[in-house]
């Protein structure tokens, strides 16, 4: 079992940034690929961005290309997402997530631990 645990959402201006955490602990965090997905009220849980257990390879939503970047410090247990140029748009819970067998995933499905999910707010 892996627990994931979010942090650094809140509320910010158009245009602010924001830097998201999600901390695992439990069974070993060696092996697993993470993405972040996000859900806004009312919508879908989109995807937003995945990165492998090395690192070396992330993957992004066409949307967020550019003014996302995820990241992970192994030796922490925890993987980033900055969010940059942030819109009123990009208001969801944003959660992240651990797979094992499906690295750069986009799809929730393939997906088997989940965090709780933090708030981001983006007021215009």
């Known amino acids: 079992q892996v627990q994931l645990v979010e942090s650094g959402g809140g509320l910010v201006q158009a245009g602010g940034s924001l830097r998201l955490s999600c901390a695992a602990s439990g069974r070993t965090f060696r092996g697993y690929a993470m993405g972040w997905f996000r859900q806004a009220p009312g919508k879908e849980r989109e995807f937003v961005a995945a990165?492998?257990?090395?690192?070396?390879?992330?993957y992004y939503a066409v949307s967020m290309k550019g003014r996302f970047t995820i990241s992970r410090d192994n030796a922490k247990n925890t993987v980033y997402l900055q969010m940059n140029s942030l819109k009123p748009e990009d208001t969801a819970v944003y959660s992240c997530?651990?797979?094992?067998?499906?690295?750069?995933?986009?799809?929730?499905?393939?997906?088997?631990?989940w965090g709780q999910g933090t708030q981001v707010t983006v007021s215009s």
């Open positions: 997530a651990a797979t094992r067998l499906s690295p750069g995933s986009s799809w929730p499905t393939e997906y088997d631990y």
């Open positions: 990165i492998t257990w090395i690192g070396g390879s992330t």
